[in-house]
């Protein structure tokens, strides 16, 4: 009793993404978004020097997305007050971008951009004990590991950051009879 365990695949597939597109995206893929960036004159065989990037919402390309979420919680009653102990993680299978109809695609599992990616492993671990008129909880949060923005080999992540939270309603009746 009080434990509930779930494991949900989940798929999403968008094609004609509205998106803000970042300047140095349209740098990069400048043959793709030709429109955006704006150019001196040419010095020779040199293409001129960028004098702006402009910064719009377009409606372009399509992701793919999936992976599965897992989640454990157990809850229960005790002396002290109700018990939450709760574990999710969500594996990312897939993550995979198309800039325009026809452009290369882009695998995004593990590898950060400033658009579209997500870490194949994330997850949390939290417990908490509400006493009524008092409260403490714990949480940590996962990211596994990535590879930094572009070309990089520069590995981040796979760490975790800690919370932890109490609150006592200095308004209840209970709180008022412990002081």
Same mark, same amino acid.
């Given at each position: 009793?009080?434990?509930?365990?779930?494991?949900?695949?989940?798929?999403?597939?968008?094609?004609?993404?509205?998106?803000?597109?970042?300047?140095?995206?349209?740098?990069?893929?400048?043959?793709?978004?030709?429109?955006?960036?704006? *150019?001196?004159?040419?010095?020779?065989?040199?293409?001129?020097?960028?004098?702006?990037?402009?910064?719009?919402?377009?409606?372009?390309?399509?992701?793919?997305?999936?992976?599965? $979420?897992?989640?454990?919680?157990?809850?229960?009653?005790?002396?002290?007050?109700?018990?939450?102990?709760?574990?999710?993680?969500?594996?990312?299978?897939?993550?995979?971008?198309?800039?325009?109809?026809?452009?290369?695609?882009?695998?995004?599992?593990?590898?950060?951009?400033?658009?579209?990616?997500?870490?194949?492993?994330?997850?949390?671990?939290?417990?908490?004990?509400?006493?009524?008129?008092?409260?403490?909880?714990?949480?940590? *949060?996962?990211?596994?590991?990535?590879? $930094?923005?572009?070309?990089?080999?520069?590995?981040?992540?796979?760490?975790?950051?800690?919370?932890?939270?109490?609150?006592?309603?200095?308004?209840?009746?209970?709180?008022?009879?412990?002081?």
């Amino acid at each position: 009793p009080g434990l509930r365990l779930a494991a949900t695949a989940w798929e999403v597939e968008i094609e004609g993404l509205i998106s803000l597109l970042q300047p140095q995206t349209a740098l990069n893929f400048e043959s793709l978004f030709p429109s955006l960036v704006t *150019r001196g004159p040419d010095v020779g065989a040199t293409p001129g020097l960028v004098t702006q990037v402009d910064v719009q919402y377009i409606n372009y390309g399509s992701v793919a997305v999936s992976g599965i $979420d897992f989640e454990a919680i157990y809850t229960r009653d005790t002396p002290w007050g109700r018990l939450d102990v709760s574990a999710t993680a969500t594996q990312t299978a897939n993550y995979d971008t198309e800039l325009v109809p026809g452009a290369p695609q882009q695998d995004r599992v593990s590898r950060r951009f400033l658009d579209f990616w997500a870490p194949e492993w994330k997850g949390r671990l939290s417990v908490g004990l509400d006493g009524g008129a008092w409260s403490i909880a714990g949480a940590g *949060r996962y990211v596994g590991s990535y590879l $930094d923005e572009g070309v990089s080999t520069r590995e981040l992540g796979d760490g975790w950051v800690y919370d932890l939270a109490a609150g006592v309603d200095v308004f209840s009746e209970d709180t008022r009879l412990l002081l």
